[in-house]
Nanobody, 121 residues
């Protein structure tokens, strides 16, 4: 399973951006997809979670500003980010968990390469 994150860039404070993450491979289904982020000098932290059943969860610091969504048919996850502030500057990573393959195997804990978001003040 390969995950490709895209959509990062440079945006001014108060602006918006949408990240995408597409999973590829012999995939039947993906149970859980998550966005994480890692700012310079800090640990990677969970941002948002979306299940294939339509449940979404957010970390407190992004509630009401970020929206996670999925297109299960395309094995793609999105993160719409609004009201961005400089504290949101980080590399954003996507994660897929409990991925069912056509072989019947399950893959746990797949990571994408990350996409950089920089928010200027």
């Amino acid at each position: 399973v390969q995950l490709q994150a895209s959509g990062g860039g440079l945006v001014q404070a108060g602006g918006s951006l949408r990240l995408s993450c597409t999973a590829s491979g012999s995939i039947v289904s993906i149970n859980v997809m998550r966005w994480y982020r890692q700012a310079p000098g800090k640990q990677r932290e969970l941002v948002a979670t979306a299940t294939d059943g339509g449940q979404m969860y957010y970390t407190d610091f992004v509630k009401d500003r970020f929206t996670i969504s999925r297109d299960n048919a395309k094995n793609t996850m999105y993160l719409q980010m609004n009201s961005l502030n400089p504290e949101d500057t980080a590399v954003y990573y996507c994660n897929a968990d409990r991925v069912q393959l056509t072989s019947g195997r399950f893959i746990f804990g797949s990571w994408g390469q990350g996409t950089q978001l920089t928010v200027s003040s």
